[in-house]
């Protein structure tokens, strides 16, 4: 029988088991992104809060999911949405209090959550005081803290390192009379990490939150961190390259080779530090690589040894349409290629991307088969797991008008780019109620109504939903931990069809997906014998030596 959301004893006991030993719990775990500005608003000022989430948690717990992770809450002037903090060591209050974040630590707990937060390290707001004291003056306490630089004899920028958000990396401080870089906004100055002070300060705060209670970090842009001290000109990107990545994002900042400005071989060093206090608490760190052209070897480096990260992952899946299963194998097998010891993580959504409810499910297809599929493909390959917020109810992309943009991303490069807030739109809990149960005030974003008719109270009356769909697999990923860190090994198959192996512990399983839109036939190996298993909602079946899958079916079975 399919849980209820009422069932948190039964829910608490099940995902207290663990899958991994108590200091490896991140290795093949499931992670739950929550956006806490769109999660769930308690106070009716239209902006979710921690309350909200602690009220929400047994929702998370009943996917069966293992963690958490809770993007920035800490003190802000939100000009980024809490991606540019002022301080590090307390919570904003529009998302309340260190109690309130207390109080949620507590309940996750108790339902066997793990809880992962965001650490914004690579920069910071210029509303902090380290900046305010290091912008005061070139001879304070904090004058190398952020990154400072004289300008060229003309008076222009030291170099040519663009922002991700539009224009020049470099911004006049007329106070100083030097520029500082802000790989972002011009509102998020980025540190100075070859200061060790400024790296044992950031380590100082990361131990705050560890002494209560969290278990692991989610670390923004961590392939950002370090900075070519000589501040050498970044060289344009190869060509061919080149159009690969503005075919995605049109901007100027993808025709540049950003070898020097970010990519950095010394973010090994802080790796090694941060890992020795992660170790101290059996916490973990999984790094964000914005990088799309060599992310999945940055990937396999952050995470190769005991002395660096433990997962990572990068953007290869976040973009585009329903990939190939040839691209799908290359991606899996670059990274294993480079890093047979490392660990990734993957994610097909996110906080930051067009949701692949929208993307998967482009040409016509149809989206609950083309959802499974993705749900599918995601619990199976190896590596940890990110589900963002909405994905089990299948959300879409919401399009978001002109005059509702809040994102500085997306105003800047309008209509071109959107932005990120389609993707950021509140949680839709209940149908029938205003803004989906997601406030009683007016929504920071508007709730399309596409996603209130998706609202989890009506797809948890549905036994056949996409929620209790996920709430299967994953299920059936707990009783099967081969697919969560077996070995994986790529069969070649038809066109359209990818197939895979998961090998470990006295286990193997063959998975085999259709990612087309018509039926499709997998002859079987030589050897294989496979033996269908259910629990996972696929209804692929063997007959004949071969595996017959419907339009974006999948199967999984025994050898």
Request: net charge negative.
């Amino acid at each position: 029988m399919e849980r209820g959301l009422d069932d948190t004893a039964a829910i608490a006991a099940d995902t207290q088991t663990a899958m991994a030993p108590e200091t490896d719990w991140w290795r093949g775990c499931v992670l739950y992104q929550i956006y806490p500005r769109s999660f769930q608003d308690t106070n009716g000022d239209g902006i979710g809060d921690l309350a909200g989430i602690t009220r929400r948690l047994v929702h998370v717990a009943s996917l069966g999911v293992d963690a958490i992770w809770i993007s920035p809450f800490m003190t802000s002037p939100m000009k980024d949405f809490g991606y540019d903090i002022s301080d590090y060591r307390d919570v904003d209050p529009i998302f309340g209090t260190l109690s309130d974040f207390d109080a949620l630590v507590a309940e996750a707990h108790r339902l066997g959550l793990k809880v992962v937060i965001d650490q914004v390290l690579s920069h910071s707001s210029n509303l902090h005081p380290w900046f305010v004291e290091s912008r005061s003056s070139r001879d304070n306490d904090k004058a190398d803290w952020y990154v400072w630089a004289d300008p060229k004899p003309d008076g222009t920028p030291p170099n040519n390192w663009l922002s991700v958000f539009g224009g020049t990396s470099w911004e006049w401080d007329s106070r100083r009379r030097q520029y500082y870089l802000h790989n972002f906004l011009t509102s998020q100055p980025d540190l100075n990490f070859h200061n060790e002070a400024v790296r044992r300060a950031l380590l100082d705060d990361v131990r705050f939150w560890l002494d209560r209670g969290v278990d692991g970090f989610r670390l923004d842009t961590a392939n950002f961190y370090f900075h070519d001290a000589a501040l050498a000109d970044n060289p344009p990107l190869d060509a061919g390259l080149q159009s690969e990545v503005m075919a995605s994002r049109n901007q100027p900042y993808n025709f540049q080779d950003h070898v020097h400005d970010k990519n950095r071989p010394e973010v090994l060093v802080f790796f090694a530090e941060l890992r020795a206090f992660l170790d101290e608490y059996g916490a973990m760190a999984v790094g964000e690589v914005g990088e799309r052209i060599r992310g999945v070897e940055l990937m396999a480096e952050y995470t190769t040894g005991r002395d660096r990260l433990q997962m990572c992952y990068a953007f290869d899946f976040l973009s585009g349409n329903m990939p190939e299963p040839q691209a799908i194998r290359a991606v899996v097998e670059r990274f294993e290629a480079a890093g047979p010891e490392g660990w990734a993580c993957w994610a097909f959504s996110n906080h930051d991307v067009e949701r692949h409810a929208t993307r998967w499910t482009a040409g016509g297809r149809d989206a609950e088969r083309a959802l499974r599929l993705a749900a599918g493909i995601l619990l199976t390959l190896r590596g940890s797991v990110c589900l963002y917020q909405g994905e089990e109810l299948g959300l879409t992309e919401a399009d978001v008008a002109y005059e509702d943009l809040v994102d500085p991303y997306g105003i800047n490069f309008w209509p071109e780019v959107k932005g990120r807030d389609g993707c950021r739109t509140p949680m839709a809990w209940e149908a029938a109620s205003p803004s989906a149960g997601f406030t009683s005030g007016r929504p920071w974003l508007p709730v399309p109504p596409e996603h209130a008719a998706r609202a989890v109270d009506a797809l948890e009356a549905d036994p056949g939903s996409l929620l209790h769909f996920y709430r299967r697999l994953i299920n059936f990923r707990r009783e099967h931990p081969v697919l969560a860190t077996g070995a994986i090994a790529f069969l070649d198959a038809p066109d359209g069809v990818l197939a895979f192996t998961r090998e470990g512990g006295g286990e193997t399983l063959l998975c085999v997906f259709n990612l087309t839109g018509r039926p499709a036939a997998y002859r079987l190996p030589d050897g294989f014998d496979p033996r269908g298993l259910g629990g996972h909602g696929f209804a692929g079946h063997v007959a004949g030596g071969t595996v017959h899958l419907g339009d974006h079916d999948g199967f999984i079975g025994a050898l």
